[in-house]
Nanobody, 127 residues
Framework: FQLVESGGGLVPPGGTLRLSCKTSGFTFDYGAIAWFRQAPGKEREGVTCINNSDDSIFVSDSVKGRFTISRDNAKKTVYLQMNNLKPEDTAVYFC?????????????????????WGQGTQVTVRG
């Protein structure tokens, strides 16, 4: 199982970015895919996740209404669309996956519950 993130960069406040998480080895029939982020000196924070079995989604309050997770089964890729970015969104963003459904139901469980991780991609929001 492998996860590879891309799409990070430097944007001004109010800008947009779309992160991609290319997966390999996953069937998307079960389990869940999530996005986490980690700012310098802070703990890794759950952002959003999607359950592969029923497409249910959880979104953290800190990004609700601005970030959207989606999945393209044919491309085996999960996306994070980030709109109206704020300086406090600056962090390394990680894609994570687990074969259990309950890591994304009824809420996004902590990072230690996820088994598979990508290398991360830096997002910087600065004017």
């Amino acid at each position: 199982f492998q996860l590879v993130e891309s799409g990070g960069g430097l944007v001004p406040p109010g800008g947009t970015l779309r992160l991609s998480c290319k997966t390999s080895g996953f069937t998307f029939d079960y389990g869940a895919i999530a996005w986490f982020r980690q700012a310098p000196g802070k703990e890794r924070e759950g952002v959003t996740c999607i359950n592969n079995s029923d497409d249910s989604i959880f979104v953290s309050d800190s990004v609700k209404g601005r970030f959207t997770i989606s999945r393209d089964n044919a491309k085996k890729t999960v996306y994070l669309q980030m709109n109206n970015l704020k300086p406090e969104d600056t962090a390394v963003y990680f894609c994570a996956a687990d074969l259990r459904n309950l890591v994304c139901f009824p809420t996004l469980t902590p990072a230690f519950e996820y088994t598979y991780w990508g290398q991360g991609t830096q997002v910087t929001v600065r004017g």
